[in-house]
């Protein structure tokens, strides 16, 4: 199995990654829980979901900075 593209997280709305991260998180504790109780049978998918999730929050940064930058400051008017 691949790692995720980018580039398929830049085409979520807001909405969509919001819940992504929600879900990826799950998904996360669900695979800790399974380690812990020695039932994990893909422990590469520890790796894909950190690398899914460090994705999802580099693309919800970005977009809040672009919003940051968009909206002009007191000092700039």
Known sequence: MALPKIQEVRELSDEELSSEIVA?????????FQQATRRLETPHQ?????????????????RELA???SVPTQEEE
């Open 67 to 69: 919003i940051e930058s």
């Open 24 to 32: 990826t998180k799950k998904k996360l504790f669900d695979l800790r």
């Open 46 to 62: 520890f790796k894909h979901m950190r690398h899914r999730l460090a994705q999802l929050l580099t693309i919800e940064r970005e």
